[in-house]
């Protein structure tokens, strides 16, 4: 499956690998020979856990490239008044009579912990393109949907932190 990225998610996901490249890499092999140098290999804690380091930040490198290599690379542009990419949104449920915020997300940033929610979620599928005012159905599964009605659409977007997910 590929990700669907923006050019900007690419952009920082580039920033990261140079990081790891650059400062990481020379940090976790200059660990390593430092640990080696105490000696004894086979009971040598210090030495097992920057080799470990080491190898989290390789596998880090890997897996943002393989990403960057297999992105359907989307436009995050959307109408004035139509709910798009990187947008925070009110949305009303009427199950539950709330209003909750949202900003739609790309699947890679998506977090339901600080509500950024991706664009390939049922709610993020339903709302996509759509209006303030609009009631969407939003469809979970065959058996069970609700309904949300939007209520606002904030364009500013505040990319400044890398919301990227780390694994």
Known sequence: MYDKLTKNDIEKMQKE?????????????????????????????EYYAAKREKNMNESRIRYLERMIKTAEVISDDS?????GLNNTIDLYFEEDDAVETYKLVTN??????????????????????????DRVEVKVSDAYSYFVTIKAIDKSTDDSEDMIRKF
């Open 79 to 83: 109408d004035a008044d139509e709910v």
């Open 17 to 45: 690998i140079e990081h790891r490249k650059l400062v990481v890499r020379k940090e976790a092999i200059e660990a390593v020979k430092e640990a080696r140098a105490q000696g004894d290999l086979s009971e040598n804690f």
């Open 108 to 133: 890679v940033r998506a977090s339901s912990l600080s509500n950024l929610i991706s664009l390939e979620s049922p709610l993020g599928k339903a709302v996509m393109g759509k209006k303030v005012g």
